[in-house]
Structure formats: structure tokens, C-alpha cells
């Protein structure tokens, strides 16, 4: 299957799909202002470890007011075996595409998009598995801070939304030659591919079914395609979902911080402003006025197969003080050095919660 969608290609002219309040699919919610949240992993100790505390800071902003506007979470686990959170975190789990991504693989993302079309399938097959008209797509890497508040799903105004990422740029000269080969120069310009990708990205079932074909399509080009894997390098699928988008003609509303309400992203961002949650994609070293490294939290030092089972707390910094610069030599304020603690301390009080989990035999 998967050969095959590598090979098809998008016609010049071909109508694209219109963005519908509806749904063509029986007894999926099409109204009302509820959201299914959906995340995606290979069941590894790296994102398990974050996995657990992102699923528990979704616990926590359940109960806080708006909460009850979450009402489903499925992860979709791309695994050829359960994993050890099949029990503590809903999870639908689909074949991958890599088995090898089980233990260790270059690219393990390049199965996600196929993942979540085998969970979309599976879905539309059987509607009790989508519990909202929205479907939120997020990473493990996310901290829940307070509930996501989304528009009414059947107002024709109410546009998806995602999230703009500096490092996605396909009006990049560089990269005309291998984004023209995933939108062609008939079908508009590169202006029309926002920069976003499938996280955070708020959209109705079935805008999800228009895009999501397309999405592992282009993905599997760019896989086969050693030129596209080199220039879109570690976010190449995300670039694929963007001009999946693209060719559905589907715009998203994407509001940059700090009015984005889906996600703030420290330490670029010094406070959540009014995002919903923090994405700590990025290392965070706070340095003193000598240069010495004083405290870091970069979620690449998690990837023990133990932290998995018995999470530990994440270190605070030491209490502040003037004159610290971050890894870049740009000033710790105090505004930053307090986003960093609610961060973490909300990430601790799940990792409270959480128990010690029997590896799977």
C-alpha cells in the first residue's frame, strides 16, 4: 500500500476538497465545541517518559474550568507490539510502516501519517472511537496549562487552527525545487503552504479524512526522494502535512504568540500568554554571569529505558538571580525564570500521580 500512494501524484487542476461544517460519516459529533485530543508515538522510553506527564497534565486541565470541554484522548501507538502504557493512556495501536522503529530507526515520524489513517479508518468504521467534533493533534512533548477552547464546530466561521513554526519556511529559495515537486506552480504559489505541520493542529473529522490521505502521500515521496529528505531534513513530514493542507485548500487560522492559544514554546517564548499549553521542544540551560551552567532541562537526556516505568521529577532551577544569560546569552528574566517553574511544577505534580509500571513481558 504504502509503495503505492509514493507514486501517485496530484493533478494540475484537480478539484480539492471544500471545508465542510458536516460530516460524511454516521455518528460522528459534527457539533458543539467539545475536542478529542489524538497524539502519536512509537512506544519508545524517550517519549513514553514524556508521554506519561503529558497525559497527566491532560488530567489536570480536565479538571480546571473548561475542562469539561475535553471529553476524548486516544494515542495512536505506530508499534508491531503493546507497549507498557496500554493500560494508563487510551490508545489505539496500528502497524507500522518500520517495524524496526520497535528498537531504533533513522526517522521514526515518517510512520505517523499512515498511523493515523489506519486510526482514522478504524474511526469512521466505528464512530464511538471520536468522541468531539474537534480532533486535536499534539505531541508527547506538550504540557497541558489549561484547557483549549475551540469554536463551535458547526459554524461555517470556524476555521481549523494550527500554529506557526519559524523553522517551517517553504517560500525558502533553497527549497523551491523539491516543494514545486510536492505543489506545482499551477496550482499557486509556495505562499499558499503555511508553516505549521500535523501539531498543534485543531481540525473536524473530516477535514482530517481530506488531508491525511495526502499527508502520508507526500510523505512517502519525500522518503523516496533522497534530494526532499536532505532540504527538508528533520521536519520533512511536517512539511508534508503543510502542503497536504495546501492542495485540500484548507486554511487554517494561525496566530502567533503571544496570542496563539494552542501552544508557547519556552524559553523562545518568555510566557504562555494565551496558549493552552507549553511545548519544551527546545533545551533550556541557565547560565551565571561567569558562563557556568547553573541548571538544564532538554527532554534529550530522558531516554533510559527506566524513566519509562518509574518517571522521575524534573529538577528546578535554583532561585533567581539577576544577570543569568540563557544558552544563546540572551537574558534570564524574571518573566522566563517563573514560566520555567509553572512548567515544571505542573509537570511534577502529574509525575506524582503517576505509578511505577511493570515492564511488558
Known amino acids: 500500500m504504502h509503495g503505492s500512494w509514493s507514486t501517485r501524484k496530484q493533478l494540475p487542476g484537480q478539484p480539492t476538497a471544500k471545508v465542510t461544517t458536516g460530516s460524511a460519516t454516521p455518528g460522528i459529533p459534527t457539533k458543539g465545541t467539545t475536542i478529542h485530543t489524538l497524539v502519536t508515538s512509537n512506544g519508545s522510553p524517550y517519549l513514553n517518559f514524556q508521554n506519561r506527564i503529558m497525559y497527566g497534565t491532560y488530567e489536570q486541565a480536565q479538571k480546571l474550568p473548561g475542562g469539561d470541554k475535553l471529553v476524548g484522548f486516544t494515542r495512536i501507538l505506530h508499534r508491531t507490539v503493546p507497549d507498557l502504557l496500554m493500560d494508563e493512556v487510551p490508545t489505539f495501536r496500528a502497524d507500522p510502516l518500520t517495524p524496526s522503529c520497535d528498537t531504533w530507526c533513522e526517522f521514526p515520524v515518517s510512520d505517523r501519517p499512515n498511523a493515523v489513517m489506519q486510526f482514522l479508518k478504524a474511526a469512521k468504521a466505528d464512530p464511538t472511537m471520536i468522541k468531539a467534533p474537534w480532533l486535536l493533534m499534539i505531541e508527547t512533548d506538550y504540557v497541558w496549562m489549561r484547557p483549549l477552547q475551540a469554536p463551535p464546530a458547526e459554524d461555517p466561521s470556524s476555521r481549523p487552527m494550527a500554529y506557526p513554526f519559524n523553522y517551517i519556511v517553504p517560500v525558502a529559495p533553497a527549497l523551491e525545487g523539491v516543494m514545486r515537486k510536492m505543489y506545482p506552480a499551477e496550482l499557486g504559489p509556495l505562499s499558499d503552504v503555511h508553516g505549521s505541520g500535523p501539531a498543534p493542529v485543531l481540525m473536524r473529522f473530516e477535514e482530517w479524512l481530506q ?74 540551560v541557565f547560565k551565571d554571569s561567569f558562563g557556568r551552567k547553573i541548571w538544564e532541562f532538554d527532554k534529550r537526556t530522558y531516554t533510559a529505558e527506566e524513566i519509562q516505568r518509574k518517571t522521575p521529577r524534573v529538577p528546578l532551577p535554583p532561585a533567581y538571580r539577576e544577570g543569568w544569560k540563557l544558552q544563546d546569552d540572551q537574558p534570564v528574566t524574571r518573566e522566563l525564570y517563573d514560566t520555567m517553574v509553572d512548567m515544571i511544577e505542573r509537570m511534577n505534580r502529574a509525575v506524582d500521580d503517576l505509578p511505577v509500571l511493570q515492564a511488558v513481558r
Open 211 to 284: 488531508v491525511a490521505p495526502e499527508w502520508e502521500r507526500l510523505t512517502a515521496h519525500i522518503e523516496a526522494d533522497p534530494e526532499s529528505k536532505e532540504k527538508l531534513g528533520w521536519v520533512r513530514e511536517m512539511y508534508a502535512f503543510s502542503v497536504a493542507m495546501a492542495l485540500k485548500r484548507i486554511k487554517p487560522e494561525i496566530v502567533p504568540c503571544p496570542r496563539c492559544t494552542l501552544i508557547a514554546q519556552p524559553p523562545a517564548d518568555r510566557a504562555l500568554g494565551g496558549a493552552a499549553m507549553f511545548h519544551y521542544t527546545w533545551g533550556t
